[in-house]
């Protein structure tokens, strides 16, 4: 599957790598792949997939990364109404064959 771009340059997203401590936390929570671990240091490997639902953010221990929820959990709250499914910005894994973190925080 190729990464879905959203709006070129204008995701809210930032990595401050200096509090960064190469947990990988941001990899294993980001549904469209943004975060990639070099060095023992996340680094942001593309910006445009970020759908800004915010797990990564919410997700990091020393609170290195920053981004304001944007569209993506509206679209994905908005496309699980019309389908008649259970509103997620896929955020969260709900696959029976993925094993779920309790230490995850999904929206």
Same mark, same amino acid.
């Given at each position: 599957m190729t990464n879905l771009i959203y709006l070129s340059e204008v995701v809210t997203?930032?990595?401050?790598?200096?509090?960064?401590?190469?947990?990988?936390?941001?990899?294993?929570?980001c549904p469209h792949a943004v975060f990639e671990v070099v060095d023992r240091k996340s680094r942001i490997r593309d910006r445009d997939s970020c759908m800004e639902c915010g797990a990564c953010a919410r997700n990091c221990p020393t609170m290195a990364i920053s981004v304001e929820s944007g569209?993506?959990? &509206? &679209?994905?709250i908005i496309a699980g109404a019309i389908q008649g499914t259970e509103p997620t910005c896929g955020c969260c894994e709900d696959s029976g064959d993925t094993k779920k973190s309790t230490d995850i925080k999904c929206c």
């Open positions: 997203l930032e990595l401050d790598v200096d509090k960064c401590i190469g947990c990988g936390m941001c990899t294993v929570v569209v993506g959990c &509206a &679209a994905g």
